[in-house]
């Protein structure tokens, strides 16, 4: 029973690993930009090679509903996304490499330097 369980957890592990492929990115906001789908698109100064949207600057995307996005976390990013920008800080974003949109889920300021 126990192999049993240990091989189901494997296959699920090595399953949901290449279901998302989480990047890390960093860099200046270049821009922000609310559309009216209540989405969020940021720009940035230096793009990741591994965002694979075909728009030249990439366009990363906070969609509420995709990659566990909330309408309260987008809320919570854009707030911090529009303080790195007016203070000029660099940001880092996690972001699905697998989706068109780039989509971000995570995004994270250090003030400290």
């Known amino acids: 029973m126990t192999k049993r369980m240990l091989s189901a957890f494997c296959f699920l592990f090595l399953v949901s690993s290449q279901v998302y492929a989480a990047t890390w990115h960093s860099s200046t906001i270049k821009k922000i930009y609310p559309l009216g789908s209540g989405s969020v698109v940021l720009l940035f100064e230096?793009?990741?090679?591994?965002?694979?949207?075909?728009?030249?600057?990439?366009?990363?995307?906070?969609?509420?509903?995709?990659?566990?996005m909330t309408a309260e976390g987008?809320?919570?990013?854009?707030?911090?996304?529009?303080?790195?920008?007016?203070?000029?800080?660099?940001?880092?974003?996690?972001?699905?490499?697998?989706?068109?949109?780039c989509d971000i889920n995570r995004l994270s300021v250090d003030f400290g330097s």
Do not use: M, W
Not at 51 to 65: A, F, Q, R
Not at 76 to 100: C, H, M, P, R
């Open 74 to 101: 987008r809320d919570a990013l854009l707030s911090v996304a529009l303080t790195a920008a007016a203070t000029g800080k660099q940001v880092s974003i996690n972001f699905d490499e697998t989706s068109d949109s």
């Open 46 to 68: 230096t793009d990741s090679p591994a965002c694979t949207n075909g728009s030249t600057p990439k366009y990363y995307y906070i969609n509420v509903g995709a990659n566990s």
